[in-house]
Nanobody, 138 residues
């Protein structure tokens, strides 16, 4: 069970930047091979997976809708009991407005699966945060 807590969502102007944080804990320090993914959802639409990072080697995936604008990074505490994943969002557009969630895919081959399928698969993400709202105004 991975506990996830997001923060950083707020209202910004188009063209601006914002950094979201996702603090992951509750896993054992001997097992840190999982993916943290960022998803977003607007009312009436399906949830969209936009970015993911594999905690073991910090390899990343970005959807076409955010590639070149969003960047993932990761900090791990020395005892390996907490990982914080940051989603740096630049050149924000009104269509980036959504509730943003971070979630954990605890499968060791999670990044391989993303690269094989070509997109993030929601059913693989078993632990979810509560979400943080991002609003981009024009």
């Amino acid at each position: 069970q991975v506990k996830l807590v997001e923060s950083g969502g707020e209202s910004v102007q188009a063209g601006g930047s914002l950094t979201l944080s996702c603090a992951a804990s509750g896993y054992t320090a001997s097992w840190t091979k999982f993916c943290i993914g960022w998803w977003r959802q607007v009312p009436g639409k399906e949830r969209e997976g936009v970015a993911a990072i594999y905690t073991a080697d910090e390899s990343t995936y970005y959807s076409d809708s955010v590639k070149g604008r969003f960047t993932l990074s990761q900090d791990t505490t020395q005892d390996k009991l907490k990982i914080t994943v940051y989603l740096q969002m630049n050149s924000l557009k009104p269509e980036d407005t959504a509730m943003y969630y971070c979630a954990a895919d605890v499968g060791a081959f999670c990044m391989y699966n993303i690269r094989t399928v070509g997109v993030m698969t929601e059913v693989n993400y078993v632990n979810w945060g509560q979400g943080t709202q991002v609003t981009v105004s024009s």
